[in-house]
């Protein structure tokens, strides 16, 4: 069964009724996952190297998950053997007062992915009715009218050539607690330290529904949701790895034609 | 000698006496020095983690060459490395109707780096005053005018904790005839071939000239031109490679210190 299979999401499944801890796709073998990791992340690299000379369709990824998920963990793995060229990332951070001032799809727009470029989204849009949703800024009338309102942009961009693929790192309470631990257990890591991502853990089982009505409300074939269970960083990286290389040998990449009269050029001394 | 020293622009030297097939750094063992390059270009991935961790300077990377000198080819092998968080290219065409209605550092300035972040210009705002000035579309004044906008430019983002390098990527133009005839032969490179490249082969004096001027108008050490021989594409990338890595050695970066709070924070369950 392909991984795009495999982990999309489907109809009214709730994120709580799947296991973080799965891990299909792992061997148990870490060396032997790890290198599988590495040649998934260099075929992305090749397909990558005739997607943008093809400079005719936009990738878009979007990560979203929990703290300590590992949406930084999956670009560098994942993604670590694109050339910088071709490939662009975003972290959408809490929103300045300016982008306060605008619709919340404003600051999205402006970073979306041009021909042959493709874009990597660290949070993105959903994250601008997740957060106030959890914490009541905005009721269920809002939510979804700003969810009919992705479904119509994200649209839009599948329509003008943009392959979009949306993952969801799950990972269990008990899974992101070791993590947080081990940040704030080593002093090089202390940067990484949000004490507010601590205070989050308190709205998990809000976030975890949200998340759900997220995702079903704005799952599509154009712009499908995946649900990755991530309690195990291989497995992650395996998963999304597998899924981004079928969706990119699905897409028929090819070099543009050549041009036969340059054939006969003659370059001037 | 530090690479830094040795292919630092020097005063009113001419580019036309420098030999671009010089490889001073290359060692003739292909091999060896193709995994030399991947040591720099490992090592930059390193210094980058930190720096991105610091989160406090920024680096901006400038490539400037005639067309087929090796851009695209650097960006792939020296910073092809870095975790693609903490990077970001960006390409820099012929201006559009609305940049042209602006100042030539608008478009430029929007694209800076911000703190922990690495940017690297492929062809940037030398662009706007070379081409126009081989082209005649303006003169001696106007040029010399933006010259020292450049210069003052360049300044405040020094003065604003931004690390500044430039490269200018000497190849000669018996190389560049070689490598328009490749791309030429090769079906699967036309849609690197611009006409236009070709034609602008008969300004290639001009070019030079033009850099020369360029360089010693804007060369300073808080934001210094290295004009990089760049026949051998190894050692382009072992000099430009160095040179970052000498940089960012001493740069003297390292991880935020601790809180030691942290140590003693309990994760909620």
Redesign the interface.
Known sequence: MKAAERFRARGTQKIRDKDASDAPLATGDKERDERQVMELAKKIGEYQDIFY???RRKILIVLQGMDTSGK?GT??KV???????G???V?FKVPTTVEREHDFLWRIHKEVPGQGEMA?F?RSHYEDVLVPAVHGLIGDKERKRRYAQIRDFEHMLAENGTVLLKFFLHIS?AEQ?KR??AR??N??K????D?ND?AE??YWNDYQQMYDKAIHETDADHAPWYVIPADSKDHRNLAIGSIVVETMKEMKLA?????EA??K?K???
Chains 1, 2 share one sequence.
Request: hydrophobic share 35%; proline share 15%.
């Open positions: 000379a093809e400079h930084d670009i560098r993604f670590g053997e694109l050339d910088p060229l490939v662009r990332c972290s990597i660290n309470k607690k947080l631990e704030l257990a002093p090089d202390h940067w990484k330290v004490p601590l853990r308190q070099y543009p034609p050549p041009n340059y054939f050029v370059v001037p001394d």
